[in-house]
């Protein structure tokens, strides 16, 4: 079965990440690894914090979650937020692993307002985890067509 991801309105995609840089600093880095799973249990706890969805990806020494967010303002709002989690991680990583190099972290922030998707066989993943899935026919069987439907 075909489907496609459905959202309405524009949405965010945060790419978010840690690269192992020693794996003998262990003290360093595990603390980043752990610092995710809090964060992700309060914004899941919370539909209004914003986060849609996420999906998480470990290869080798780097690890990715890619997450989706209502809006660039939800994101900042929790990333700024020192009542919530993420704020004394942030500070705790650049107090204990910033100047040790034994660990990086990077992310990378993407506004959409024009998206295409195409799951065959698939469970929900992804945007269409994050949105809803609809049987490929109602957006157009091709993804031009897809994508002209939502520009």
């Known amino acids: 079965m075909r ?3 459905r959202i309405d309105g524009d949405f965010v995609v945060f790419l978010i ?3 192992i840089n020693r794996f003998r600093a262990l ?14 249990k309060e914004l899941r ?7 849609l969805g996420f ?3 470990f290869n080798g020494r780097t690890t990715l979650m890619v997450q989706y967010w209502r809006s660039t303002d939800h994101l900042l709002a929790y990333a ?6 993420h704020w004394p991680a942030w500070k705790r990583f650049f107090r204990e692993a910033y100047r040790s190099e034994a660990v990086g972290v990077w992310h990378e922030t993407y506004t959409v307002s024009g998206y295409e998707t195409v799951y065959v066989n698939m469970p929900p993943f992804g ?3 994050a949105g809803e899935l609809v049987p490929t026919t109602k957006l157009g069987d ?3 067509e897809r994508l002209a439907v939502r520009n």
């Open 127 to 129: 945007l269409g985890r």
């Open 17 to 19: 990440g840690m690269r």
């Open 45 to 51: 706890a919370d539909p209004a914090h914003g986060l």
């Open 142 to 144: 091709r993804s031009a």
């Open 55 to 57: 999906e998480s990806f």
């Open 27 to 40: 003290r360093k880095w595990l603390p980043v690894i752990r610092a995710m799973v809090p964060m992700i």
């Open 80 to 85: 700024k937020n020192r009542e919530a989690t």
């Open 3 to 5: 489907q496609s991801a």
